[in-house]
Structures are given as structure tokens and as C-alpha cells.
């Protein structure tokens, strides 16, 4: 059955893997599943047809049949769920990977996704230039917390999963602000998820679109 995932016409990072597609991207090339992608303007992205996969109107959306899917962290678990490679066959570890997932998504990122915000929808805020440094922080009190947990070691908790896949897509939204690089050993681990092969070929893809001459009109 034929996978079908939407993902930015041309992406506002310019293809350098920051948009969420990504993330499902990634996750189809782990599993080694096939999958064919449709590109959506932002136009499209708020019309009738994209809304009935996303209701409000973002990407990515996961087409599988008669299954529709929106929100990455649902999409990569549903993969994850039914294909091997993403999460431990050990009911313990398997639910410990899932957490993480969660902690990326719901812990994690929101104060990374603030100061983007901040920085370049608030910016020319008068009270900005004073929120920008207390996000900031924030942001540093959760990657210390992480940092420790994290260790020496090359995973979150033991092998690969999709935990880490979330939290790498996570993580890479920071280095544009030069944060990540406060932390040497959290920097080594988003390193680690983008020489995975996996991550190499969905990076490639998403480029690609985006490394091509615009079509007229």
C-alpha cells in the first residue's frame, strides 16, 4: 500500500532539514519503507483539501489507504508501532522510548520553538530584546538536564529509537542560535542521529526540492 506523506513546496529553512517533514522522512527511511511525497504551497496548505488531512493546516500529513495522519510525533509512533527498527522489542524499553518521544516533543522543544519565535515572528516587539535572553535560558536549563541524562552515553537508553530520532530533530532546531554548541556532548549526539544513513538519505530528499530552480508560475 502505497505511504504518501506532504511536505513544503519550498521550505522556509531552505531545505536544511529544519522543517518537520523530516522528522517522518527519517523515520519511513529507518524502517525502510517506501513512500512518495506531495509538495503543497503554503496557499494549498490552507485549503479545503489539505485541511481535510490537517486541520490546521500544516505539514506533515501521512496518507496509508483509508488511514490519515497529521502531527509528526503521532506519525513517527505509528511507524514505530508497525514496523520494526524504532522501537526495542522489550515492553519496558519499548514504553521508556516512547517517553522520550514525548519528552522531545513536549518538554524539550516548546522553549526551542519560543525563541524562534522571538527571534523572528516577536522581533520587532518592544519587549523582545528583554525575552529573548530569559528563552534563552530556559532553553539552557533544560539542555543541562539533558546533558546529564544523556552521559557518555551514545543513545538515550541503550540502542538507537525513535526516542532519539525526535530528540536529534529537536535538537537540530537550536543550531542556528549556536546553543547546542554550549553543550559538547549534546552536540556529539545530534552529530551521531545525522551520520545515520537513514537521516543522510532523508536530508538528501528534502534538499533536493529545495536545491531546485522554482517552477514558473
Do not use: C
Not at 517506501?34 to 493546516?57: Q, T
Not at 549526539?189 to 536530508?203: I, L, T
Amino acid at each position: 500500500m502505497t505511504i504518501t506523506i506532504t511536505a513544503f513546496e519550498r521550505s522556509p529553512d531552505g531545505g536544511k532539514g529544519l522543517a518537520r517533514d523530516t522528522r517522518v522522512r527519517w523515520a519511513l527511511e529507518e524502517v525502510g519503507q517506501a513512500y512518495e511525497v506531495r509538495l503543497v504551497s503554503f496557499r494549498a496548505m490552507k485549503e479545503p483539501a489539505h485541511l481535510r488531512l490537517h486541520p490546521f493546516g500544516q505539514i506533515p500529513t501521512y496518507e496509508e489507504g483509508d488511514l490519515v495522519l497529521f502531527e509528526t510525533g503521532a506519525i513517527v509512533l505509528h511507524l514505530a508501532q508497525t514496523r520494526a527498527g524504532l522501537l526495542p522489542d522489550d515492553a519496558n524499553a519499548r514504553a521508556r522510548a516512547i517517553t522520550w518521544m514525548f519528552a522531545a516533543l513536549n518538554t524539550v522543544e516548546p522553549p526551542i520553538l519560543d525563541l524562534v519565535i522571538v527571534k523572528f515572528q516577536e522581533g520587532d516587539k518592544p519587549w523582545a530584546k528583554e525575552r529573548l535572553p530569559l528563552v534563552a535560558e530556559r532553553i539552557r536549563d533544560r539542555l543541562v538536564q539533558l546533558s546529564a541524562r544523556l552521559g557518555d552515553a551514545e543513545w538515550l537508553d541503550g540502542a538507537f529509537s525513535a526516542g532519539d530520532l525526535m530528540m536529534v530533530s529537536v535538537l537540530l532546531r537550536l543550531r542556528p542560535s549556536g546553543i547546542l554548541d554550549e553543550f559538547p556532548s549534546l552536540a556529539a549526539y545530534v552529530a551521531r542521529g545525522e551520520a545515520r544513513p537513514a537521516y543522510q538519505r532523508a536530508f538528501a530528499a528534502q534538499w533536493a526540492v529545495n536545491a531546485a530552480e522554482p517552477q514558473a508560475g
